[in-house]
């Protein structure tokens, strides 16, 4: 049942990403969001089944597959509608049936199974009983949107709405649109509180499990929510930034559950610190410089030439410090280790005594790598 729910989803994905990308094929931006949703179609159903089949009893497996398969069905529904209101193969049969059961539980897909994947994340349970209600207040939210986005009066994918409903009932459905629109921010915080509480109150393996789930909402949330306050290139940008976060979300939970490179993640997250710190910090370095140089000499040319030049000999000193910086405050034992390392070496240049030295060194392992304990061989002269 697993292998079928996945080779469906697959195929459905596949052909409505095609359909889509064709028809999206002048827009660039359109053409990005389309195969940013084929990846993470893909990555959830395959995520799911691999999750589902190794770790039964556990919800992050079923909730990753639905979220592969609905999206696979909300591209190739909603590429039926399209191609039969953009193209000349329209009218095709039973559009509007079909553009609507592709439009309306993308609401529940894309909204509510996040919500849920945070709140259930590693084990597929709640925090604690505290956080049933948080979970109601979830599930009412996205059923009321979903519910209302069925119901609502105008066109889908291009289509007219079949269900759409009119006169009282009408206004009771767009006076529930408009709740349901603003409860969508704080159902996700509520969401990514609990994950946050469940991140702080873990500890070992657990712990690196949530870092790794961790890491990818919080690419997601960072892009998406640069791209509300945003415009033109800093906008797309981000957005593209989001839909990858999106996309690591299934890959990372999978990660995590099944425990695999587990240790990997502070080096991704402190690489990622680094170099993010560096791109923002050479970036207004750069623009500054070229409008600096610019209104000096009035030549734009030179300006971008010696902005590129002073970019390019600040790119190791700068790296050094932010990497020393990072360090300093989120990992403190790697750089205290360091410090120490390089006291040892200074040290080492002027010890002449044996055995201090071999007490110093004792002491050096004993501060850096904390072992149980440590024994020193030193081979004598025949």
Request: proline share 4%; no cysteine.
């Amino acid at each position: 049942m697993i292998r079928i729910l996945w080779v469906l989803g697959i195929a459905l994905i596949v052909a409505g990403t095609a359909a889509n990308a064709t028809l999206d094929w002048p827009d660039t931006l359109d053409l990005v969001a389309d195969a940013a949703f084929m990846l993470l179609g893909v990555a959830a159903a395959s995520t799911g089944a691999i999750v589902t089949s190794r770790a039964r009893g556990n919800a992050i497996g079923p909730l990753l597959l639905a979220l592969g398969a609905g999206v696979g069905t909300t591209l190739a529904l909603g590429a039926y509608a399209q191609l039969s209101v953009k193209t000349s193969l329209g009218p095709l049969p039973a559009v509007n049936w079909v553009g609507w059961f592709g439009d309306w539980p993308s609401i529940a897909i894309l909204w509510g199974v996040p919500a849920f994947l945070l709140l259930l994340f590693p084990d597929g349970h709640l925090i604690s009983p505290r956080w049933v209600p948080a979970a109601w207040f979830t599930a009412i939210g996205v059923a009321l949107a979903t519910v209302s986005g069925a119901l609502l009066p105008g066109d889908v994918q291009g289509v007219a709405n079949p269900a759409r409903v009119g006169g009282t009932a009408g206004d009771v459905v767009r006076i529930v649109q408009d709740v349901t629109d603003l409860l969508a921010l704080p159902v996700l915080l509520i969401a990514a509180s609990a994950l946050i509480v469940r991140l702080r109150r873990s500890r070992g393996v657990e712990r690196l499990q949530l870092k790794w789930f961790t890491y990818a909402a919080a690419v997601t949330g960072v892009g998406l929510g640069v791209t509300t306050f945003t415009h033109g290139a800093v906008a797309g940008a981000s957005f593209v930034l989001g839909l990858i976060g999106l996309i690591l979300l299934p890959i990372t939970a999978g990660v995590a559950i099944l425990r695999y490179r587990l240790y990997d993640i502070d080096v991704v997250i402190r690489r990622t610190l680094i170099y993010a710190a560096l791109t923002i910090a050479l970036g207004a370095t750069y623009l500054g410089l070229v409008l600096l140089v610019g209104l000096a000499v009035g030549h734009s040319g030179f300006a971008v030439a010696v902005s590129t030049l002073a970019v390019a000999a600040l790119f190791r000193p700068l790296r050094t410090r932010i990497q020393g910086a990072v360090d300093r405050r989120f990992y403190r034992s790697r750089y205290d280790a360091a410090r120490t390392l390089e006291a040892f070496g200074a040290h080492l240049r002027d010890e002449l005594d044996l055995d201090a030295l071999g007490a110093d060194l004792r002491g050096v392992v004993h501060e850096t790598v904390q072992p149980a304990h440590v024994s020193l061989w030193i081979r004598s002269e025949p």
